[in-house]
């Protein structure tokens, strides 16, 4: 067989069982109303759940910092790429996170995938180590642990009896455990407060994935640890800033020590240019929208939309597992049937990702749907009225 031919028939696989994807071309910015492939749709997709994305105050500030820093920043941030822009980021962000956190610094990525990785091969850059990783970790986490010297253990989700009895069992010489706060697939959250106890009792490191929690929970937005009022030198802290932040890259909060070995020795950071830090610059204006009674005014609406979808939403065939956060799955089934309701949605004019394996576990392909503060409740009783009308016929 040639090598097309090979290439061809993995393709022809994925087909046959449902699993291959297409992108759709959103001809407009990340909002509600798009325009897609040339159609004006109804979005439940972003990760912008403060509708930060194309708010015209970061809109600006982006303008603005490539006024003030130009558009590339030339080489990686241990050469000559790390702008006063993402020093500024990075002191704001140890300063949002610093009631939580001992000692801390912050570290500014290009992406969370990449902070992810950079953090788990870093802690478990040892051949003794061993990481702990919840079985519905983000794929950037499981990554890391795969790339890490350090052993991989995987706990059941929200398991912490199970997680316990393995710490326990346990001889490595540095534990790590890791896993996300808001579970990107489900919308259920991590039970910290319990992880966090185990890991002080067994001197283990808590890695906290924050990527939907950033900017979404606490009273000021800061996240996962001010949710939990949870403060711990063993807390390392990933938050994204391409999601309720609205713009792009990621960022490592921990103590100054954590960040300086990440620093030295964290290959996705050393190895790759730095982003551009306009922005960085954009950031800055985010995180005011954020920790500001704008960012208070857009967490309560969210709260409000997602309080909407559960009362109006009204499923006997399709489940929809507990979740208070922005994250609303409609779990289907099967590959088909998910695929199907994503694309009779879409002949209503309502896009809504149909989510498939290897995203989520074989036999629970979902509708995910995901709110933001740019929503209306007249578009979430839109979306309600169509899914309950789609699931019965
Ligand atoms: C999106 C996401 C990431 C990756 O962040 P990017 O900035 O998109 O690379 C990491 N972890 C979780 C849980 C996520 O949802």
């Known amino acids: 067989m040639d090598l097309i031919a090979s290439v061809e028939e993995k393709l022809a696989q994925l087909s046959a069982q449902s699993l291959t994807r297409r992108r759709r071309v959103a001809d407009t910015r990340c909002a509600p109303l798009q325009v897609v492939d040339g159609r004006p749709m109804l979005a439940f997709c972003s990760n912008d759940y403060l509708g930060l994305a194309a708010h015209p105050r970061v809109v600006e500030a982006l303008r603005e910092g490539a006024q003030l820093y130009g558009v590339g920043s030339g080489a990686s941030h241990l050469i000559s790429g790390h702008s006063r822009a993402h020093c500024l980021l990075e002191e704001r962000l140890a300063h949002m996170l610093s009631p939580w956190l001992k000692s801390p610094q912050a570290l500014y990525f290009s992406t969370g995938y990449m902070a992810n990785v950079a953090v788990l091969t870093t802690l478990g850059m040892d051949s003794g180590a061993m990481i702990f990783s919840e079985e519905l970790n983000h794929a950037s986490l499981i990554d890391g642990a795969r790339l890490a010297r350090a052993g991989v253990s995987v706990f059941p989700h929200g398991d912490v009896a199970a997680l316990t009895s393995q710490l326990e069992a346990s001889t490595a010489a540095t534990k790590i455990v890791v896993t996300d706060s808001v579970f990107s697939m489900d919308g259920d959250m991590a039970p910290l407060p319990q992880l966090l106890a185990v890991c002080e009792r067994h001197g283990a490191w808590l890695v906290v994935d924050d990527a939907h929690g950033f900017g979404v929970l606490g009273e000021n937005g800061s996240g996962a640890l001010e949710h939990f009022a949870l403060s711990s030198p063993n807390l390392v802290y990933v938050g994204t800033l391409s999601k309720a932040a609205g713009v792009s890259g990621a960022f490592v909060a921990a103590h100054h020590s954590v960040v300086e070995l990440m620093v030295q020795r964290a290959r996705p950071y050393i190895y790759s240019t730095a982003a551009p830090p306009a922005l960085a610059h954009a950031l800055l204006t ?74 989520v576990a074989p036999g629970t392909a979902r509708l995910r749907v995901t709110l933001s503060a740019a929503h209306t409740h007249e578009e979430v009783a839109q979306l309600t009225a169509a899914l309950n009308d789609l699931e019965r016929t």
């Open 286 to 359: 985010s995180l005011d929208i954020i920790a500001g009674d704008e960012g208070k005014a857009l967490r309560a609406h969210l709260a409000s939309l997602i309080a909407q979808l559960d009362t109006e939403l009204r499923l006997a065939r399709w489940r929809r597992p507990v979740s208070h956060t922005a994250i609303q799955p409609v779990i289907i089934g099967s590959n088909d049937e998910a695929l199907q309701a994503a694309s009779d949605l879409h002949a209503r004019g309502i896009w809504v990702p149909g989510i498939r394996p290897p995203t």
